[in-house]
């Protein structure tokens, strides 16, 4: 709808603008009818009772052709004014006022004769003729009721005086635009809600439409899947960086590893640096052998971590205690044996709480979980 009316294309009721402006016209009539004809006696009288001396004088014309059409002009100013507002605000309530500098570009679809054709002898084109036609009868039938029943009046303005009949004619002029707009305003009661309806329908999308829109606004998913796979890599080789300033590797023994950290002077409890399933577990297990970090293996308290803290969180204070046995296994064995083996050790059973406990998978069961 936003793209519609940015386009131009709004709901508009022809019908509705048509009837408004006659309805305010009649009431013009009715409240400035007066004054427009005094001035047009005005008028009348600048250009058809010149005296004598007038006549013989070159500048006359120019001079009283200006006062005729100043005394016009203000006779007429403030019913133009009247109209000209109406024109205004009669569009605006059905869709609103809109501008667009794209729907006065020119289109070469536009200058199409087929398409031309499609719209006159389309269902739109049937109806607007169904329109023009029930609106022609309804405004032929309401003026001739009008002029048949002021028909003595009409021919009796003959023999009035020309101020009377031009009063006169004006009264009768005004009815005849009040029964016009009898006519006018049924068909403006049902153009309305079918004009409201069309413009709905037309905004209403293909299927097409809608798998480019939410291309458009989702993004390709071939492309989001590759954004996807780059965002896993970066995250990686961040984790895979991480690994070497990792105190310690908790092992499954092959199909978990977590690496943690811990420095008692700026954390409060162990952080995971990096951790995987699978393959990624054995890249971690790689670097570490490379950087020789300590390999421990404890696979119930493996699989916990791994399932119940994210990278770079703390390890759950239930934990804290099997974490402390294994950090404190390791720093004793790093003093004992300074040298380093890449086998991972093997650590004494450790107490992990039942509601963190990640009991291992059946044989064979399939493992999609890759950090």
């Known amino acids: 709808m936003r793209q519609a009316r940015e386009k131009g294309q709004i709901p508009r009721s022809r019908e509705l603008n048509t009837l408004l402006m006659m309805i305010f016209s009649a009431a013009g009539l009715l409240f400035l009818g007066r004054q427009m004809i005094e001035g047009m006696y005005r008028v009348f009288d600048i250009g058809f009772k010149p005296s004598r001396e007038s006549v013989f004088d070159t500048e006359y014309a120019l001079v009283h052709l200006g006062q005729a059409v100043f005394e016009a002009f203000s006779a007429i100013a403030p019913f133009l004014l009247l109209t000209a507002i109406v024109a205004l605000v009669a569009p605006a309530l059905v869709g609103g006022w809109g501008f667009s500098a794209e729907s006065l570009s020119f289109k070469f679809e536009r200058l199409d004769p087929i398409k031309g054709i499609k719209r006159v002898f389309g269902w739109q084109g049937l109806m607007e003729l169904v329109k023009a036609f029930a609106k022609f009868v309804l405004v032929l039938i309401a003026v001739s009721v009008t002029l048949w029943f002021f028909v003595g009046d009409v021919l009796g303005l003959a023999n009035e005086s020309v101020e009377q009949g031009i009063a006169h004619a004006g009264e009768i002029i005004l009815w005849v635009f009040l029964f016009a707009c009898s006519g006018l305003a049924l ?102 052998v490379e950087n020789k970090v300590p390999l421990m293996s404890s696979p119930a308290l493996a699989r916990s971590i791994y399932h119940t803290t994210e990278i770079g969180a703390e390890v759950p204070a239930g934990l804290y205690r099997a974490v402390a046995m294994v950090l404190a296994y390791v720093f004793q064995t790093k003093q004992k044996r300074p040298f380093y083996s890449p086998r991972p050790m093997s650590m004494p059973n450790v107490p992990i709480p039942e509601d963190l406990r990640r009991d291992a998978p059946p044989d064979g069961a399939a493992r999609s979980e890759q950090h």
């Open 187 to 288: 068909i403006a009661i049902a153009d309305v809600p079918f004009q409201l309806w069309n413009h709905a329908k037309q905004l209403r999308m293909t299927h097409q439409e809608i798998k480019d829109e939410f291309k458009d606004t989702e993004g390709k998913p071939e492309v989001k899947r590759k954004v996807r796979e780059a965002q896993m890599q970066m995250a990686r080789r961040r984790m895979m960086a991480d690994v070497p300033k990792a105190d310690v590797i908790i092992t499954n023994p092959t199909h978990f590893a977590v690496a943690l950290k811990y420095d008692p002077k700026t954390m409060a409890a162990p952080v995971v640096l990096a951790k995987g399933a699978d393959l990624i577990a054995a890249e971690i297990r790689r670097v570490a």
